[in-house]
């Protein structure tokens, strides 16, 4: 295991398309976020897994947007009916005991 | 009120200037607290942890104040790879949750 590896880097889309965004972390990483970054400002929490169990999910995560880890390993971000304002760079992060990586994101461009 | 305040700068310093950042955070109850650096369009990558009685790692020097709920960073001697963006993070690891908590970050730049 190299690091957390994210896919697409980029996704281009126009406006009421759907997207999924995958998120591979280290093997070891018992506990994956997803965070939303916009140009200026820090990321922004919308996730959180412990294994395959979503614990926590933040008021940004609106209904269109649903997050699964079906296995506990990979994680999967799937955006409905995308918006403009869903633009941004979408960002996951692998987490154990000795330390939280996060991956090269996925900036999500929506016309 | 925000989790964490940070000045967003820019900070503009020449070749071998100290520079350094402070970040607020709200939540008395906080338990871990990091800085990260963000390169442009790249993720942010761990620079270093935040130790109760401070901590320091070649030209960089950490700090916590608990009282204050404050947390600074210091670099010395800047470097032109010093530009950057700096971000703070705190985590509360309250049984509330277990997200971390990010600044919008400061902007370094180093001048030659």
């Known amino acids: 295991d190299t690091g957390v590896s994210q896919n697409p880097r980029h996704k281009i889309t126009k406006r009421g398309q759907n997207v999924t965004f995958r998120c591979d972390p280290i093997?070891?990483?018992?506990?994956l976020y997803w965070y939303r970054q916009t140009l200026g400002q820090g990321p922004e929490f919308l996730t959180y897994?412990?294994?395959?169990?979503?614990?926590?999910k933040s008021r940004l995560l609106s209904d269109r947007f649903s997050a699964e880890r079906p296995k506990g390993s990979f994680s999967t971000l799937e955006i409905q009916r995308t918006e403009q304002g869903d633009s941004a760079m979408y960002l996951c992060?692998?987490?154990?005991?000795?330390?939280?990586?996060f991956g090269s994101g996925t900036q999500l461009s929506v016309l | 009120r925000k989790e964490v305040e940070q000045d967003p700068g820019p900070f503009n310093v020449p070749e071998g200037a100290t520079v350094a950042f402070n970040c607020t955070y709200s939540?008395?109850?906080?338990?871990?607290f990091f800085w990260y650096r963000q390169d442009c369009r790249k993720e942010p990558k761990l620079l270093m942890s935040?130790?109760?009685s401070g901590n320091e790692d070649g030209r960089f020097t950490a700090q916590l104040n608990r009282a204050s709920q404050y947390i600074s960073l210091l670099i010395r001697d800047s470097k032109l790879s010093d530009s950057a963006t700096y971000l703070c993070?705190?985590?509360?690891?309250?049984?509330?949750?277990?997200?971390?908590?990010f600044g919008t970050g400061t902007s370094l730049t180093v001048i030659p």
């Open positions: 993070v705190v985590n509360p690891r309250s049984n509330t949750g277990n997200q971390f908590y």
């Open positions: 897994f412990q294994n395959e169990a979503q614990l926590e």
């Open positions: 093997s070891e990483h018992n506990r």
């Open positions: 939540n008395s109850a906080s338990q871990s």
């Open positions: 935040v130790y109760s």
């Open positions: 992060a692998g987490s154990d005991q000795r330390g939280t990586i």
